[in-house]
């Protein structure tokens, strides 16, 4: 069965306080979720693979630590996606981008897709799929599926909050793959969205309803 790290970071919980208060602006909460997806960056990457090259500093020559492979791929799941991947592209600018155009039906909670667009030889990359929410687990699980349809085979899924079910669900569907979140919440309501949450992280990004 697949990992779930939560990323308990005093930083990291502190700003998602700020960012589940309904009184946080539309500003507040977007340029919130850039930042804290600095942090998580920093830990669905930690053990990522070395290798060294070597450098010449001004006063010697020296096999110096770099990142090894080809370049990692961020995919971020429209719209909400896109708050955590900014953060994440401020840590790593070389990384490639892949965009899964997905909403989720509100009646049957199903994730509907309308548009996609990946880097090519994405089995030889590591590909980091980026959303802020897991709730039932379908748009999680609609995204890897696609990835994988396109050649994916190294995944880590990243989240700022993953209800119970919905972990279920997606390790149910693709035990291989890594969850990384800020959060484990309490459950889902009757209508799919995490409790006690943060509501409709798109909205919230966005100042939509
Ligand atoms: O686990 P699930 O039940 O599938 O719910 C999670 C999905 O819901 C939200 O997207 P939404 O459909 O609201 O689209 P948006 O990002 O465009 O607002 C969120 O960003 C996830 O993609
Ligand atoms: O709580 C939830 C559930 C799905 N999508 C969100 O943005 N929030
Ligand atoms: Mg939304």
New binding site residues.
Partial sequence: MNSVTVINHPLVQHKLTIMRDKHTSTAGFRRLLREISTLLCYEVTRDLEMTTTTIETPLTEMEAPTLAGKKLVFAS?????NGLLEGMLDLVPAARVAHVG???DPKT?Q?VEYYFKAPDSLDERLTIVV??????????IAAVDKLIERGAKDIRFLCLLASPE?IAKFQSVHPTVPIFTASIDKNLNEK?YIMPGLG????RMYGTK
């Fill in positions: 799941v429209l719209r909400a996606g997905l909403y989720r909670l994730a959303d802020p929410m897991l709730a039932t687990g379908n748009s999680a919905g799919g409709d992280a798109g909205d």
